[in-house]
Every structure is written in structure tokens, then in C-alpha cells.
């Protein structure tokens, strides 16, 4: 397992490495600079600018000097935001996602997961079709359709819940459950194929002719091989959970990274760019990782595949 760590970690760096090289080259092939719409500033002093933040050196020179920041955890001054570096921004912003991302988790395998055993064990019946015809509309509404329609309804018809801001728990609910609830109708379709698989195994008949109890055939000996397809899905999630948090941090005015992504996409700030980009593929690394190792842990088979 710790050979199998150590290798994870090392595609790891390696993948952010290159994350990394991509992001930079691309930002820096963008014409002009943060402030060249500045039009006010006096060509010497945006010189002084410039070179204060060091876009007046080569652009593989800012590589290298950019990397060896970073890997001593500094991303560097915003270049549009005066007086804040983005190290400071990530740490005031990072909270609110991961307290949104890690609510939506909770709702998509809350849901997802219970429904999933359900329609497995109760084939061909309502609570087959209900669920699963639910987690279809929900797969087919991508989170930018599903935010608005929840704030229509809950916010502005019916007058539940707010639909702007992040000042209390039930300001929290609508964007949760719009990044949750796309991704519960896929854990809903994995898990019930899952368990379907493992119900119709040889072993599953000749238990229930013995007279084993059924709830002990699903939660004590399906239930661990049906939760495969539902954890290898679990990195793809968590990674749909970070990317769509843009879309419903701005739809729901969420002061999040999102927000911070896309203010420095516009605004041409690239250290923000970088640290951002960099800290959401980190993200992604790490729980790719432990999603690795949950499937270790759940199939014995993968240890020495």
C-alpha cells in the first residue's frame, strides 16, 4: 500500500507540474499585461509597475521565479487587487467552498447511494422507476439549469429561501443542492448497477436457499462490492463538484473561489490565475488518491494491478 501511495503521489506532482507549465504559457501568450487598459497611467510609471511585479523580464524567467514561490507556499501579489496577495485571497475564499463542495458531496451520496440500494433491491417496482426516472431529468439539467429553476421556485415563487448571498444556513441550501442533486441522479445509477450485479451472483442465491436474511445479504455482503462503480465515480464528482461551483457561486453570489476564478479570467490577473488553477488541481490530486485507495481498500484485486 505504501509503494502504491508513493507512486500516486509522483503521478501526483508530476500532473500538477504540467498543469502548471500550461497554465503559465498560456497566460502569458495573452497580449499586453493587467493594467495595459489603464490608460490614466504615464508610461514610466507602468514600466515601475511592471516591473515591480516582474512582467518586464522574460517570460521563462517569470516561469522559474513563479515556481520556486509557489512550491514555498507564496503565489504572489494580486496584480489588479492592490495590497492583497493571493495567498490572503485564497485563504478568505477557500472556506466558503469547500463548506459549499463539501455540503453538495454530502447531499449527492446521501441521496444518490440510498436510492441506488433501494431501486437494486426493489427491481421493476415504483421505487425502481421513481428514482431512476428522477436521476435521469437530474442528469440531463447541467448545474447552470438546475440553479436558476431551484431559486424560480423556492426563491422567488414560493419564497422559502433567499437566492443571493452566503449570510446563514438557509442561505446555504439552493446552491448545496444544486451542485448536489446533479451529481446524486449519477451515484443513484451507479450504485443501483452495482447492486444489481452483485444480487445476481451465484453465491446471493445459494445464501438466500439457506435461509440467510435478506438485509443481511445486502448491507453485510453486497453492499461492499455494490459501492465500487459509486467510489471509482467519486473523483470525476468531487471534480464536477470544484468546476461547477463557478457557475453557482455566481449564479447564487457565493463569495467563494468561483468568483475569484472568474474575476481574475477577466481581469487578466495572473498570479491569481495560477494559484487558483494550481490549487484546484491539487484538490483534485489528493482526492483522486484517497478515492485510489478506497478501491484498493473495497477490491483486494487492484493491489497488485
Not at 514561490?69 to 467552498?97: D, H, K, W
Request: charge should be positive; aromatic fraction near 12%; hydrophobic fraction near 55%.
Amino acid at each position: 500500500m505504501l509503494k502504491f501511495i508513493a507512486l500516486r503521489l509522483l503521478q501526483g506532482v508530476l500532473v500538477l507540474l504540467a498543469i502548471y507549465a500550461a497554465t503559465f504559457f498560456l497566460v502569458a501568450m495573452t497580449p499586453g499585461s493587467p493594467f495595459s487598459s489603464e490608460r490614466a497611467i504615464r508610461p514610466e510609471i507602468l514600466a515601475q509597475i511592471e516591473a515591480f511585479y516582474g512582467y518586464d523580464k522574460p517570460a521563462l524567467e517569470r516561469f522559474w521565479v513563479a515556481l520556486v514561490n509557489m512550491l514555498q507556499g507564496e503565489f504572489g501579489p494580486s496584480a489588479v487587487y492592490a495590497n492583497r496577495s493571493v495567498t490572503a485571497i485564497i485563504g478568505e475564499a477557500f472556506p466558503v467552498s469547500l463548506h459549499l463542495g463539501g455540503m453538495a458531496l454530502l447531499i449527492a451520496l446521501g441521496l444518490g447511494i440510498p436510492a441506488g440500494i433501494v431501486a437494486a433491491v426493489r427491481r421493476n417496482t415504483w421505487l425502481d422507476y421513481v428514482p431512476m426516472s428522477a436521476a435521469m431529468v437530474g442528469i440531463c439539467l447541467p448545474s447552470f439549469v438546475m440553479g436558476p429553476l431551484l431559486a424560480l421556485i423556492f426563491g422567488i415563487t414560493l419564497r422559502w429561501l433567499p437566492v443571493a448571498g452566503w449570510f446563514g444556513p438557509d442561505y446555504w441550501i439552493l446552491p448545496a443542492a444544486t451542485l448536489g442533486l446533479v451529481y446524486a441522479a449519477y451515484f443513484a445509477r451507479l450504485t443501483r448497477g452495482g447492486m444489481l450485479e452483485m444480487l445476481n451472483q451465484d453465491w446471493v442465491r445459494t445464501a438466500r436457499a439457506k435461509g440467510v436474511p435478506e438485509r443481511r445479504i445486502i448491507f453485510r455482503h453486497c453492499l461492499k462490492g455494490g459501492l465500487i462503480p459509486a467510489i471509482t465515480f467519486l473523483g470525476p464528482a468531487l471534480a464536477g463538484i470544484i468546476s461547477g461551483s463557478f457557475v453557482v457561486e455566481t449564479i447564487f453570489q457565493v463569495p467563494g473561489l468561483g468568483q475569484w476564478f472568474v474575476r481574475g479570467a477577466l481581469n487578466r490577473d495572473d498570479f491569481l490565475i495560477l494559484g487558483l488553477t494550481l490549487l484546484f488541481a491539487a484538490l483534485i490530486v489528493v482526492m483522486n488518491l484517497l478515492v485510489d485507495i478506497a478501491q484498493v481498500a473495497l477490491n483486494p484485486r487492484l493491489k497488485h494491478g
